[in-house]
């Protein structure tokens, strides 16, 4: 079955780097969504990518997709502490579904 | 003005138990869904509904039944609970055609012992 699986598992920053997480998955899709989790905390949507657009911004976050390599990244940029959280991708099944595969998620440690 | 709301939070039940969870978004959305995440993090969807009816009913044991009496709930009953389903469970919600992004709840902790 399709999932989203990220890169890397774990990762851990000083404040003020760049954190960069990435993302594949296995088939054809319409969109990919980018969502973080706060320990204990339910998921918040970030940013969503159509399948026709290359790379999107949204204040520090900046994500591309790559279709021809059913890959994504997310790149956050001058990381806060309070970006510490684990971080998924999720992938529409098929078109005109509802149905969203999650990834495995990256869990990002931002030390201060 | 909480936007996905779960109750309970926290939920330790023996086995063999049945037990319920409710789910209420004011949002407006016409989808809402349940998911599963396991210890390792790892989020399954279980059910969708749209409408009230019925879209997504992945590999699921029959214990588990969801019921949405309205646009705006989606309950989770589960039958003879067992140890297997400990878990962080989620409920969400979206608009379907307005991108899709989903909005969650803040996940109701299940431990059966």
């Known amino acids: 079955s399709q999932q989203g699986e990220e890169d890397p598992q774990a990762l851990s920053i000083q404040e003020g780097e760049n954190a960069t997480m990435n993302c594949s998955y296995k088939?054809?899709?319409?969109?990919l969504q980018w969502y973080r989790q706060n320990s204990g905390r339910g998921l918040v949507h970030l940013i969503l990518i159509r399948s026709n657009e290359r790379e999107k911004h949204s204040g520090r976050l900046r994500v591309t997709l790559d279709t021809s390599k059913k890959s994504s990244s997310l790149l956050i940029t001058a990381s806060r502490a309070a970006d510490t959280a684990s971080y998924f991708c999720a992938t529409d099944a098929s078109a005109g579904t509802y149905k969203y595969i999650f990834g495995t998620g990256t869990r990002l440690k931002v030390l201060a | 003005d909480t936007a996905v709301s779960q109750t309970p939070k926290y939920l330790v039940t023996q086995m063999g138990n049945d037990k319920s969870i409710k789910c209420e978004q004011n949002?407006?959305?016409?989808?809402m869904y349940w998911y599963k995440q396991d210890s390792k993090k790892f989020l399954k969807i279980m059910f969708s509904?749209?409408?009230?009816?019925?879209?997504i009913n992945e590999t699921v044991p029959n214990r588990f039944s969801p019921k949405s009496p309205d646009k705006a709930h989606l309950n989770l009953h589960i039958n003879s609970l067992e140890l297997g389903d400990s878990a962080v469970y989620f409920c969400?919600?979206?608009?379907?055609?307005?991108?899709?992004?989903?909005?969650f709840g803040p996940g109701t902790r299940l431990t059966v012992l």
């Open positions: 949002l407006g959305h016409d989808t």
């Open positions: 509904y749209n409408n009230k009816e019925l879209i």
């Open positions: 088939t054809s899709i319409n969109n």
């Open positions: 969400a919600s979206s608009q379907v055609g307005a991108q899709m992004s989903q909005y």
